[in-house]
Nanobody, 123 residues
Framework: QVQLVQSGGGSVQTGGSLRLSCAASGFTYSRACMGWFRQAPGKEREKVASIWSGGGRTYYADSVKGRFSISRDNAKNALYLEMNSLKPEDTGMYFC????????????????WGQGTQVTVSS
């Protein structure tokens, strides 16, 4: 049974920091691409950051480059997202996701999803 259990998130003021965590089980975590997605009200879900299986290759959306950092611990089957210098536009529901058969790191390859955690940034 695949599980992606998220923790972290919450409410902060502009300029604050938050850390999201995701604990994975039920699949070969070390071989999967892992990603963080977010969805704001009325908007489509977007990929915020992703990291390939070995951790040596990462992707960041332009809107978060230089502020967010994705990392993984394959020994612990864990995924993290450090979010700094948060802005109100970062507000949304954040999802951890896994692409177990990752070839292109495309959104369609992400087949396992966490339960979501709310991040709210106030001005």
């Amino acid at each position: 049974q695949v599980q992606l259990v998220q923790s972290g998130g919450g409410s902060v003021q502009t300029g604050g920091s938050l850390r999201l965590s995701c604990a994975a089980s039920g699949f070969t975590y070390s071989r999967a691409c892992m990603g963080w997605f977010r969805q704001a009200p009325g908007k489509e879900r977007e990929k915020v950051a992703s990291i390939w299986s070995g951790g040596g290759r990462t992707y960041y959306a332009d809107s978060v480059k230089g502020r967010f950092s994705i990392s993984r611990d394959n020994a612990k089957n864990a995924l993290y997202l450090e979010m700094n210098s948060l802005k109100p536009e970062d507000t949304g529901m954040y999802f951890c996701a896994a692409a177990p058969r990752c070839i292109f790191d495309s959104i369609s390859e992400y087949t396992y999803w966490g339960q979501g955690t709310q991040v709210t940034v106030s001005s």
